[in-house]
């Protein structure tokens, strides 16, 4: 199993990539790694670790695209990018997934336009998945594509489940289609036309609408909805986290007493703060594509690349594709 | 100035609605109320207090409207509710507003067909503050009519403008529309639709897109976005931050170690979270409409049923329709 590394992804590139990299490594016997991008900036990284050097190949890309490059614009023009290098090595059949911390957009771009979506696929969402008080769900799709169709929303849910299952490891994920109420009539206009599709489906276990307050409770495995609601509810959970945390940790400062009290609860709360972290779970993948991409978080460390490239080896050895491939084209 | 409060809304109708009401008028001497609903039950609760009786009256209503009743059903059919009798009596002119916790559906429904929308306005948007980092957003639409245009969310921004200012204080208040990204460009058709409408009003002051993660931040005072993301949002604030406040009490809980600093932070840790609770900001106006409407908390106490209360009167005092009819028919 060859997995390509986009050495110069992320905030904290290529040092993190790089050790993610060699970390993966060690955890996994059953793979190799190629690391594109700069080739003399990664052998100043490599050098730091003793590693099995059959194990790590080289593959020189001269461009990096930019977290603020317009994204169609740079995977067209930056043909030495590592993110096109890359890819390209996946389109080839030369690895079977690639995995980069860097642009968003470039990556959904990239992905669709190299390596290419699955026949029958009309849409390739970004699944990431997210905290809830009951373990990780799959929230599909937050992408750039807004706008969907009913039958997007159908194939998400299907996609959503394969991977829920076999990659995660969840037995018949409940599958939920995002909402602003319980009952069946509810809705806009999509979600009305989607909702009877949905319920008709065989392949997938749907649970019906899920309203935004329920999805922290974890009451789906499988949320879908379209990208631009998917976006809003990824990054407001991000962004109330934060928010929350920083004004708990300045109720914490404020008194003496507070001071004291918060050095005592703080290897316990550490612990329970834990399952409610996105970095546990790896990257998103970007599903339906004639191979594997996952994009993982622009701040990533070592430890979110090392997750990521694992996912790889779940979603490779599970032969997910074939899977969406049968499950898509049999209607 | 007189209020309608409805006596059966809510949770733990008559007892709270009726301590909310008379909490107010000992507040506030320009007010008088009229509280609607099963007479007796409202007379055994007021037996409790002391209060000027020359400022409460009470307007009999036999029916009350459940929270799981079909709304436009029940508007119809249930002519002696107490959302209806006393809509019916805003809409006379017998009252300046109305303030239910009752079914948000059925105030909804009934504000537009009982009390009726200013002429010049084409939806009407109800509108409650989140709490961000810095004070409270006002959040407009989270009402149930989804699949807006984009004149409507014009309105919306010019409406929420003049709430914000007059009624909460805030000085020219900053108006975003929820968006995927910060670029013009970004978005799904609505949102692109609107994003140059908004940008050439002048009688707004139009800060661009925001992206949910910046919600929490308080990186706007006015959020722009039709009715589903808005749920989406409202939803999604409520649903998180329990789920995160549970999670950290069960970490507090589990070890002795980090019981006893979990005493010794509360009191801090309480005053703190206090400026980030929903129900210090009263309850959620609906704006547009030829009187207020203000819904409250499903399971509002006294304190919130009193605080929407006296909105009404900062509302009605800054006479905020007489400018919302200016502001909307200069067009």
Known sequence: MKIVVDAMG???APEVPVQGAVDA?????????????????????????????????????????GFDEPPVMAIRKKKNSSIVVGMNLVKK?????????????????????IVG????????????LIPTAKGPALLIDCGANVDARSSHLVQFAKMGSIYMERVVGVEKPRVAIVNIGAEEEK?????????????????????GSIEARDIPKGDADVIVCEAFVGNVILKLYEGLSSTLISKIKQGLMS???????????????????????????????????????????????????????????????????????????VE
Not at 278 to 290: I, M
């Open 117 to 128: 979506r699955i026949k029958g696929v009309e849409r390739a969402p970004l699944a990431p």
């Open 255 to 329: 008194t003496l007493r507070s001071k004291i009290g918060a050095l005592l609860i703080k290897p316990a709360l550490k612990n329970t703060m834990k399952d409610f972290q996105t970095d546990e779970h790896g990257g998103a993948p970007l599903l339906g594509l004639k191979g594997l991409v996952v994009k993982t978080h622009g701040s990533s460390n070592a430890h979110d690349i090392k997750m990521g490239i694992l996912q790889c080896v779940q979603f490779t050895r599970e032969k997910i594709n074939d899977q969406i491939k049968e499950n898509l084209t």
């Open 25 to 65: 490594l060690k955890d996994n016997q059953e793979i190799s790694i190629i690391l594109v991008g700069k080739t003399e900036e990664i052998k100043a990284q490599l050098e730091k670790y003793e590693y099995d050097q059959s194990r790590i190949e080289i593959v020189h890309a001269e461009e990096v695209i």
């Open 93 to 113: 059949g030369e690895a079977d997934a690639f995995v980069s911390a860097g642009s968003t957009g470039a990556i959904l771009v990239g992905g669709q336009v």
């Open 187 to 207: 809705g806009n206009q999509l979600v009305k036309e989607t909702y009877p599709l949905l319920k008709e489906c065989k392949d997938i276990h749907f649970v």
């Open 10 to 12: 992320g905030d904290y």
